[in-house]
Nanobody
């Protein structure tokens, strides 16, 4: 089984930055797209960003485009999310997931990802 562990969350002021990490173990990492999703209290889990198997193509939700950058290091079996210019609306628990499908087709549907980690909390104060 593939296991994912998120880290790097914390409390920051609006305008600040954080870098989230997701470390994989227990399986093949580079043969699936990876995605970052977030979930705020009382809301459903929503897509934030995803990256192709080789790291050459990225996708972003409109709400984070231009502020967040997703990357991956297949040698380290890790995926990252650099978050700049944070706003209070970014406050959520952030999860990384592994695509259940092969290839590099875009999907922003949480049901197309699995092996979720425990999540890491990001809180942005005004």
């Amino acid at each position: 089984q593939v296991r994912l562990v998120e880290s790097g969350g914390g409390l920051v002021q609006a305008g600040g930055s954080l870098r989230l990490s997701c470390a994989a173990s227990g399986g093949i990492f580079s043969n699936r797209m990876m995605g970052w999703f977030r979930q705020a209290p009382g809301k459903e889990r929503e897509f934030a960003a995803s990256i192709s198997r080789g790291g050459g193509t990225t996708y972003y939700a409109d709400s984070v485009k231009g502020r967040f950058t997703i990357s991956r290091d297949n040698a380290k079996k890790s995926v990252y999310l650099r978050m700049n210019s944070l706003v209070p609306e970014d406050t959520a628990t952030y999860y990384c997931g592994r695509a259940v499908y092969s290839g590099d087709v875009y999907s922003g549907d949480p049901s197309d990802f699995g092996s979720w980690g425990q999540g890491t909390q990001v809180t942005v104060s005004s």
